[in-house]
C-alpha cells in the first residue's frame, strides 16, 4: 500500500530537548517537504526536499532541521524545541513535474511543547 | 509571494443539500495547479479535487466540483448531495511547479453536515 508514514503520531515533550519527528514514504517519490498545521493559519511549509541530499527553506523554517541522506526519509529535527513550536506537523511527498501534482501526506504528528 | 484565502471559517448545511466553499489566491505564475483538501476529524490529510490552470473546463469528481475563474483568481468548491462523511475540514491550496512542488495552503473551512 502506497503510503507516507509519520512516527510518533503524538509526543509530549520539555523545551530545549532536541527531538526527531521520522517520515517515510514507500512510493519513490523525489519530492519530500513538512508542514506544520496551526488553527487560523493553514499548512504552512517547513522545508522541502527535491531529491536526496537536496533541501531548501519552505516558509517557516526557523527553529527546524532536516536531511534527505536517503530518497525514502525525510526527518524532521527540532534541536531546541520551544513551546511555540506547539503544533500539528504534516510530512508530504509527490513526484515532480506537472502530471502528478497530488501530493500524499502523512497521517500528521501532535507536538506539544512545555 | 503567493496567497490563498478561505474567507468562510465555519459553514454548514443540510443533509442531501448543496452547498459551496469559496477561495480566492493571488499569484503571478501562470504555470500552477488548485485543489481541494479535506481534513476529518482523523485528520488525515485526503485530496478531493484538483484543477490544472491551464484548463478553462472546470473539474469534477462525483458530487465535488470546481468553478475555475481564472481572470478573477476563484477556486470555489461544490459539494451536492451532502452527506455526513463530508463533515472536515477543507483546504484550498495552490502549488507552482517545479519549486519542490510546494503548497500554498488557505487557512480553512470548517463543514459541519447536519443530519
Known amino acids: 500500500e502506497a503510503q507516507v508514514t509519520q512516527n510518533p503520531r503524538y509526543l509530549i515533550t520539555v523545551t530545549g530537548k532536541k527531538l526527531t519527528v521520522t517520515c517515510s514514504q514507500n512510493?519513490?517519490?523525489?519530492?519530500m517537504s513538512w508542514y506544520r498545521q496551526d488553527p487560523g493559519l493553514g499548512l504552512r511549509q517547513i522545508y522541502y526536499?527535491?531529491?536526496?541530499?537536496?533541501?531548501d527553506k519552505g516558509d517557516v523554517p526557523e527553529g527546524y532541521k532536516v536531511s534527505r541522506k536517503e530518497k525514502r526519509n525525510f526527518p524532521l529535527i527540532l534541536e531546541s524545541p520551544s513551546p511555540n513550536q506547539t503544533s500539528l506537523y504534516f510530512c508530504?511527498?509527490?513526484?515532480?513535474?506537472?502530471?502528478?501534482?497530488?501530493?500524499?501526506f502523512g497521517q500528521g504528528t501532535r507536538l506539544t511543547v512545555v | 509571494a503567493q496567497t490563498v484565502t478561505q474567507s468562510q471559517p465555519e459553514m454548514s448545511v443540510q443533509e442531501a443539500e448543496t452547498v459551496t466553499l469559496s477561495c480566492t489566491y493571488d499569484?503571478?505564475?501562470?504555470?500552477?495547479?488548485l485543489f481541494w483538501y479535506k481534513q476529518p476529524p482523523s485528520r488525515q490529510m485526503i485530496l478531493v479535487i484538483r484543477?490544472?490552470?491551464?484548463?478553462?473546463q472546470n473539474a469534477t469528481e462525483n458530487r465535488f466540483s470546481v468553478n475555475f475563474q481564472k481572470a478573477a483568481k476563484s477556486f470555489s468548491l461544490k459539494i451536492s448531495d451532502s452527506q455526513l462523511g463530508d463533515t472536515a475540514m477543507y483546504f484550498c491550496?495552490?502549488?507552482?511547479?517545479?519549486?519542490?512542488?510546494?503548497?500554498?495552503f488557505g487557512t480553512g473551512t470548517s463543514l459541519t453536515v447536519i443530519p
Open positions: 484543477q490544472e490552470a491551464y484548463k478553462q
Open positions: 512510493m519513490n517519490h523525489e519530492y
Open positions: 499569484t503571478s505564475e501562470n504555470n500552477y495547479y
Open positions: 491550496a495552490f502549488i507552482r511547479l517545479n519549486t519542490g512542488n510546494q503548497f500554498y
Open positions: 508530504a511527498s509527490s513526484l515532480p513535474g506537472a502530471m502528478n501534482t497530488e501530493a500524499f
Open positions: 526536499s527535491m531529491n536526496v541530499e537536496v533541501t
